[in-house]
């Protein structure tokens, strides 16, 4: 199985400040035909479904701020909040949809 | 719009079963697979399983394998899944999930609390 893990934990970032978020894959998730990367970032808030933000890595999905960006291709992963707004306080996971999905283990994310 | 409604909470003692509902409404429910994903305190979110909405297919996840069913009612537009032998660590908050044929969960349900404690 393909094991996902993010980096760091947990994190404090400033009003207005840039909060990076990594995840590796432990089996490149890179689909050769389609040269699509099968890596979706999703946010989850205080007592909330998980949302889908980011997908094939780094298309941003429909109604998603612009602040939100995904890098990253075959076994390393970026998220990337330009700036930090305070409803970005969340835990996001990132997920690989390559197999069977598997999910990181989450990054809180806090303000500073 | 696309919504997923669960059903409510469950309380449950080992080694009971457990049913729970997923409705699905604003799309065309058979053009979309549903999976469910569980979620126990401090745990990262696990992957159980999909079934296909359009012809029943399933495909479940190794470690809940001999434990898990998934059906679906096409006529209401809603997917089950059933948990059996259940333990006091399947204790968890257990959402439903569409995906079209990638296997991307684009929207999920709010989640349903099943409580194992004898």
């Known amino acids: 199985d393909i094991v996902m893990t993010q980096s760091p934990d947990s994190l404090a970032v400033s009003l207005g400040e840039r909060a990076t978020i990594n995840c590796k894959s432990s089996q490149s998730v890179l689909y050769r035909s389609n040269n699509q990367n099968y890596l979706a970032w999703y946010q989850q808030k205080l007592g909330q479904p998980p949302k889908l933000l980011i997908y094939?890595?780094?298309t941003r999905e429909s109604g998603v701020p612009d602040r939100f960006s995904g890098s990253g291709s075959g076994t390393d992963f970026t998220l990337t909040i330009s700036s930090l707004q305070a409803e970005d306080v969340a835990v996001y996971y990132c997920?690989?949809?390559?197999?069977?999905?598997?999910f990181g283990q989450g990054t809180k994310l806090e303000l500073k | 719009q696309v919504q997923l409604v669960q059903s409510g909470t469950e309380v449950k003692k080992p080694g009971a079963s457990v049913k729970l509902s997923c409705k699905a409404s604003?799309?065309?429910?058979?053009?979309?697979?549903v999976h469910w994903v569980r979620q126990a305190p401090g745990q990262r979110l696990e992957w159980m399983g999909w079934i296909s909405a359009g012809n029943g297919d399933t495909k479940y996840s190794q470690k809940f394998q001999d434990r898990v069913t998934m059906t679906r009612d096409t006529s209401a537009s809603t997917v089950y899944m059933d948990l059996s032998s259940l333990r006091s660590d399947d204790t968890a908050l257990y959402y439903c999930a569409r995906s079209s044929s990638a296997l991307l969960l684009d929207y999920w349900g709010q989640g349903t609390l099943v409580t194992v404690s004898s």
């Open positions: 997920m690989q949809f390559y197999t069977t999905p598997v």
């Open positions: 094939w890595a780094s």
């Open positions: 604003g799309y065309t429910f058979r053009s979309y697979a």
